[in-house]
């Protein structure tokens, strides 16, 4: 494994790099890096690519979220700061895990074992997409789970299992058919494009509906429609004006 840290307090560095060593002995660090404009200089270069950052938020050049803006980031990010306001951006710039300093073992033990949780699922589903690749190379293959957050890490859920995705204050919340609730830090065009639309349809801006979560068509306001569901749930599923035609449709297809 690949790891880099980002961190502007040597001292800090250092314990940080025998920390991880010391965990994870086979591990590379392939640099220590203390500001925006270093880290953005190279991870612009493609060969360059970690599997694992260590980041720190408060960066001698300024915030470190300023780097994603800069330059695409593909892997995940345990966050160490000595600041406990930063959770919800930290965790909508690929963090998996946020670290208060001073940084303990334990803390850089927990991070690790929620990358190899996260790296066996998603080889999981890698495997299973793969086999489905072979079987039937002509159709596209859509996504089968969807990783969210669960208290304080993440769990895979199955995809069949989602009832509909509602967006609340710019955050996505999953809800499922057992009537649990979590969070997932994507954008509806990002979930949308990876759904089955045989199976999901984003019925508004906010929500994208199962086809197994309808009960009942009823007519609403404005010639919109509201759908039932078995779920015990507040949220009311709207079908905006301009989508009924097109909802009422896909509904009928086989």
């Not at 009537?179 to 979930?191: A, C, G, L, Q, W």
Request: charge should be neutral.
């Amino acid at each position: 494994m690949k790891i880099l840290i980002i961190e502007d307090e040597p001292q800090t560095a250092q314990v940080l790099k025998e920390i991880i060593t010391g965990i994870k002995p086979d591990c590379e660090i392939v640099g220590i890096l203390d500001s925006i404009d270093k880290t953005v200089k190279y991870l612009s270069n493609k060969a360059n690519t970690p599997n694992l950052i260590f980041m720190d938020i408060q960066l001698a050049d300024g915030v470190s979220f300023e780097i994603f803006s800069l330059v695409t980031v593909d892997c995940p990010v345990v966050f160490c700061t000595a600041y406990d306001q930063y959770t919800l951006q930290a965790f909508k710039s690929n963090g998996i895990e946020y670290i208060l300093k001073p940084i303990k073992e334990d803390d850089i033990r927990s991070a690790f074992e929620k990358v190899d949780k996260l790296n066996l699922s998603f080889h999981t589903n890698e495997y299973l997409v793969s086999i489905l690749k072979n079987r039937f190379p002509d159709q596209k293959n859509y996504r089968t789970s969807l990783i969210v957050q669960h208290k304080e890490g993440f769990i895979p859920v199955p995809v069949e299992n989602i009832a509909f995705f509602f967006l609340v204050n710019e955050i996505v919340y999953v809800y499922c058919f057992d009537n649990k609730k979590y969070s997932v830090f994507k954008t509806m065009d990002e979930i949308e494009s990876t759904l089955d639309p045989g199976q999901f349809y984003r019925i508004s801006r906010q929500i994208i509906l199962n086809r197994k979560a309808i009960r009942e068509i009823q007519p609403y306001m404005n010639r919109k429609v509201i759908i039932k569901t078995d779920l015990l749930t507040s949220e009311r599923l709207i079908v905006s004006r301009l989508k009924v035609t097109s909802f009422m449709k896909w509904i009928e297809q086989p």
